[in-house]
């Protein structure tokens, strides 16, 4: 039976690991944290699961709020697996100390936010190995069915072709993703801490969303695939920038009337604060070039988080945008270089076996391009996705390992995420 533990939940993915009843987990989670407006709002989304009227979960939350709450989790160990999503400046020591006393660990991204920190991020995979526990982070957009089926269609070579190498300046993979500080979580407006702000505590963007869009490269180019960070990828340009919010739109976000004092360095006019809140890398995977570029605006005017994703091959390009022509819904094209209909006819016929593992997946003419028509039924959301980390992670605890490949791929993006914001702050 697995018996969680969460640590100093300050960010709300924590809540979203529990939003449903997985078999094999003890109802009873214990969690130890800082009395506060983290620990508060974790703990109303958990209520709000529990008394929900469809499906409620039956969660029992034993709470500690010492002030020594992490040694005291580290002595009494009374679960098994360790849930971290919260404020980020610690959350390498906690992964570290937490696999040095024997737990396994179910880690929201980012796992590290500084270049120093990486090799300590490193010694804890090697220490994990040695203890014979389970360290993992909590990739969601490999859950999501666009991103799914994207990755199936580039390694289609009658539809896809051979995958381009791209230059530095013209890659041949572009990944952009846009969030909002502004948003609803579980059909509430979400209250973000005010550390949220400060990328020495939550991390830049190319740390932190950034990862995910670093993590869906290597997923979906080379699946399966131990990639060596010291061998495989080299970061060729960075760069961040920030997203001014005036006061109004911080007291809105975060319900916090003033600037808080660790934020003012990046306050100017005594009334905009210059987060920093975008940041992107250009880098050869494996010699494809690649570009992820992660983004935050205040608050949507349509629609929510946006993704779009560019992947070139030689016969077409498959490209995911979710704009307002998509209903703000991610949506997946087929964009031939040579459209005729020896061409149409291989699509059709590649879109009928992908049909055979995706029942009711379609594809029709959209002008120049053919778009992938997505069943309803797959299309289960973010929250969902959190749950299906969560049972993936549980089959490899039954394994007693994670896939070979795995370790050297979080290696790998974080190493790339890294490099990066080192090579973002040596820029002019």
Avoid at 93 to 111: C, E, F, Q, T, W
Avoid at 202 to 227: K, N, S
Wanted: hydrophobic share 40%; charged share 20%.
């Amino acid at each position: 039976m697995v018996k969680l533990i969460t640590l100093d939940p300050g960010h709300f993915h924590a809540a979203l690991v529990q939003k449903s009843m997985s078999p094999g987990i003890d109802s009873t989670v214990y969690v130890f944290a800082p009395a506060g407006q983290g620990l508060n709002a974790h703990l109303n989304l958990i209520k709000g699961y529990n008394e929900r009227a469809e499906a409620p979960t039956h969660w029992y939350e034993v709470v500690d709020t010492s002030t020594d709450y992490f040694d005291k989790m580290l002595a009494e160990k009374p679960g098994n697996v360790v849930v971290l999503a919260g404020n980020n400046k610690q959350k390498t020591d906690y992964i570290s100390r937490s696999i040095d006393a024997g737990l396994n660990v179910l880690a929201d991204k980012p796992m590290v936010i500084t270049p120093a920190a990486f090799p300590q991020l490193e010694q804890a995979f090697k220490n994990a190995e040695q203890k014979k526990v389970l360290l993992y982070d909590i990739m969601t957009e490999r859950s999501e069915i666009t991103n799914m089926l994207q990755k199936e269609l580039v390694h289609q070579p009658a539809l896809f072709g051979e995958l381009q190498k791209g230059t530095k300046d013209a890659p041949a993979v572009t990944i952009e993703s846009v969030h909002f500080y502004y948003k609803n979580v579980s059909g509430k407006t979400l209250v973000r801490p005010t550390w949220f702000f400060d990328a020495a505590q939550q991390g830049d963007a190319i740390a932190d969303v950034g990862v995910h869009l670093i993590d869906i490269a290597q997923w979906a180019l080379f699946p399966e695939t131990a990639i060596d960070h010291t061998k495989d990828v080299n970061v060729v340009a960075a760069r961040n920038w920030p997203t001014p919010l005036t006061k109004s739109q911080f007291t809105s976000i975060t319900q916090q009337p003033e600037f808080p004092g660790f934020l003012q360095q990046l306050v100017v006019k005594d009334t905009i604060l210059n987060t920093r809140g975008n940041g992107e890398v250009t880098y050869s995977l494996k010699g494809v070039f690649v570009k992820v570029i992660a983004r935050w605006e205040y608050k949507a005017v349509e629609g929510g988080d946006t993704h779009y994703a560019l992947m070139k091959g030689s016969l077409a390009s498959l490209e995911i945008r979710q704009g307002k022509e998509e209903g703000y819904k991610p949506t997946l094209y087929i964009r031939p270089v040579k459209n005729d209909a020896a061409y149409e006819a291989s699509v059709n016929t590649v879109i009928s076996e992908v049909a055979a593992k995706y029942p009711g997946v379609a594809v029709e003419k959209a002008g120049k391009d053919y778009k992938v028509v997505i069943p309803e039924k797959y299309k289960d959301g973010h929250e969902a996705h959190f749950s299906q980390v969560l049972q993936r992670y549980l089959d490899y605890l039954k394994t007693g390992s994670l896939p070979a490949w795995e370790v050297p791929c979080m290696l790998s993006k974080y190493y790339t995420a890294t490099t990066a914001l080192k090579l973002a702050a040596e820029q002019p």
